[in-house]
């Protein structure tokens, strides 16, 4: 397991971007997958998007495909979420997690992923 933090979240209006930050603690993260997934208050954590652990690979949920995108910098042990024409239905507390997977389809369950951050709100006002 890794320990992770994430950052950048906070009140946006309906069209703006933001980026997301997730920071591991460990250099073993350049061998993980690493998600983000995320929760609205009253329903399940969801899957946003995933990338392979050597970033050559993504997914996305069909909601944020085309507005979202996922990338890591393993040198830095640092994986990104750039949210772009974000909508109020985006707000919601925002997780990444990290995890290895021997399927050959990148993971896109919450109980593929063993390592977890602590969540980093975001807020859209329309």
């Known amino acids: 397991q890794v320990r992770l933090v994430e950052s950048g979240g906070g009140l946006v209006q309906a069209g703006d971007s933001l980026r997301l930050s997730c920071v591991a603690s460990?250099?073993?993260?350049?061998?993980?997958?690493m998600a983000w997934f995320r929760q609205a208050p009253g329903k399940e954590r969801d899957f946003v998007g995933v990338?392979?652990?050597?970033?050559?690979?993504?997914t996305y949920a069909d909601s944020v495909k085309g507005r979202f995108t996922i990338s890591r910098d393993n040198a830095k042990n640092t994986g990104y979420l750039q949210m772009n024409s974000l909508k109020s239905e985006d707000t919601a507390i925002y997780y990444c997690?990290?995890?290895?997977?021997?399927?050959?389809?990148?993971?896109?369950?919450?109980?593929?992923?063993?390592?977890w951050g602590q969540g980093t709100q975001v807020t859209v006002s329309s």
């Open positions: 997690a990290a995890g290895r997977s021997s399927l050959i389809r990148l993971p896109t369950l919450s109980s593929d992923y063993n390592s």
């Open positions: 460990e250099r073993t993260f350049s061998t993980y997958n």
């Open positions: 990338i392979s652990w050597s970033g050559s690979r993504t």
